[in-house]
């Protein structure tokens, strides 16, 4: 039986390293997308090289697909953050027009 490339210690460290970005920033939300992009980053860096030391596609895709479910649960959570178009508005509670009076 052959030795998975997954659990060579740079690959291991790769995948902990993005996971804790993702665990983190949702337990911390951060304004911005700067550590989801980050964990991504290091997450497809990490398959890279996996892939150029042999990796199989199957094993890829597995993580892969792990890690973006955790990704995508973490933005399920996400409501919208006050949009042109969300009904709410911007005149401090007044009604009518913006004339004076």
Request: aromatic share 10%.
């Given at each position: 039986?052959?030795?998975?490339?997954?659990?060579?210690?740079?690959?291991?460290?790769?995948?902990?390293?993005?996971?804790?970005?993702?665990?983190?920033?949702?337990?911390?939300?951060?304004?911005g997308?700067?550590?989801?992009?980050?964990?991504?980053?290091?997450?497809?860096?990490?398959?890279?090289?996996?892939?150029?030391?042999?990796?199989?596609?199957?094993?890829?895709l597995?993580?892969?697909?792990?890690?973006?479910?955790?990704h995508?649960?973490?933005?399920?959570?996400?409501?919208?953050?006050?949009?042109?178009?969300?009904?709410?508005?911007?005149?401090?509670?007044?009604?009518?027009?913006?004339?004076?009076?």
């Open positions: 039986m052959t030795e998975s490339v997954l659990l060579t210690p740079f690959v291991l460290v790769g995948f902990g390293v993005a996971l804790f970005l993702c665990l983190f920033e949702r337990s911390r939300p951060v304004p997308a700067v550590l989801p992009l980050l964990s991504v980053a290091v997450a497809v860096a990490t398959l890279i090289y996996a892939f150029l030391h042999g990796a199989s596609l199957q094993e890829v597995l993580v892969l697909l792990i890690f973006f479910a955790i995508l649960s973490a933005f399920a959570g996400r409501g919208d953050d006050g949009g042109p178009n969300d009904g709410s508005s911007d005149d401090g509670g007044r009604k009518g027009g913006g004339g004076r009076g």
